[in-house]
């Protein structure tokens, strides 16, 4: 699943090209993807006008000119691209074919500056899906949601109430996304190596006796936006090989210190380990035994 600087990147690509563009002709090639196409989905966006591209966590938000909002998330495959021109490093895989059997939704647009275009959004495993709000806040998949990583109201006073007396591991408490939004395994795993934080202690294990945060969990907060920080600059990261794509991909996969590198020397400068794997609630986690520590 896309996690927080893939879902960044890809509303990045879009914003120049789709604030500020009106949806002309709204095209389903389906009914559904993961979930059904929200009732009457062409007929609302058909003569909009898109004014703003967000995220929340890892779903993009498209506010329009009546005052609702469409929510989309990617799923596993699901791609958004421009039939016209490429997106700026979209992070996401998706294979142009001769029939495009994948394109599930298109958007014919028209842009003050950029002229026509068609928006198609690609999903081969169909595992993303859109819905649409006049309120955004009703939806239920943005209400409960933590802080925003990469926002001021992320910090560790922030998280010592959700941590203190938590004896779920550190790693576990971070994926969490009532504690934390839009944080997944592969970020979480490297931002707790930099911060030399064995994966396996409990969230309250980074608290003083009397609920304030360690150095630890200051250093973990700056870790984590570091990495966030510097997987965007490179478009997030691509675990599959593009093939006939158009457009660039993320490279940070290329920076992994743990992540998926099993057996390999820690980078960590004088440091002897070898990064080993575990699995945790069903997930790999990676990480070293050696200058990763109990804090």
């Not at 879902?7 to 879009?14: D, F, H, Q």
């Not at 703003?52 to 329009?64: C, E, I, P, Q, S």
């Not at 997987?231 to 093939?243: C, H, M, N, P, Q």
Request: neutral net charge; hydrophobic residues 35%.
């Amino acid at each position: 699943m896309p996690e927080l600087p893939e879902v960044e990147t890809v509303c990045r690509g879009l914003a120049p090209w789709l604030e500020g563009a009106r949806i002309e002709r709204v095209t389903l090639h389906r009914e559904n993807l993961r979930f059904p196409f929200p009732s009457g989905l062409k007929q609302a966006l058909e003569g909009q006008t898109v004014l703003r591209v967000g995220r929340r966590a890892k779903y993009l938000l498209m506010d329009l000119s009546d005052g609702a909002t469409l929510l989309s998330h990617l799923g596993m495959t699901g791609a958004y691209r421009f039939a016209e021109h490429p997106i700026d490093k979209p992070p996401r895989y998706y294979e142009l074919e001769p029939v495009p059997r994948h394109d599930h939704m298109v958007w014919e647009i028209s842009h003050p500056a950029h002229g026509r275009s068609h928006l198609i959004y690609a999903d081969p495993r169909r595992f993303g899906f859109v819905d649409l709000y006049r309120h955004i806040e009703d939806s239920p998949y943005l209400q409960g949601l933590g802080p925003e990583p990469l926002g001021n109201g992320f910090n560790a006073e922030s998280l010592a109430a959700p941590f203190n007396g938590k004896k779920a591991p550190i790693k576990a408490a971070l994926l969490d996304q009532r504690v934390v939004a839009g944080l997944g395994n592969i970020y979480v795993a490297e931002a707790l190596h930099r911060a030399h934080i064995l994966p396996t202690v409990t969230a309250g294990s980074l608290l003083l006796p009397d609920g304030t945060p360690k150095p630890a969990l200051h250093d973990l907060v700056s870790a984590t936006r570091q990495v966030l920080i510097e997987a965007i600059e490179v478009g997030g990261s691509t675990l599959r090989d593009f093939r006939n794509a158009q457009g660039g991909s993320g490279y940070f996969q290329h920076r992994f210190a743990v992540y998926d590198r099993q057996g390999q020397p820690c980078p960590t400068p004088l440091c002897s380990g070898t990064i080993a794997r575990i699995v945790q609630s069903g997930r790999s986690t990676f990480y070293c035994p050696v200058c990763q520590i109990a804090p």
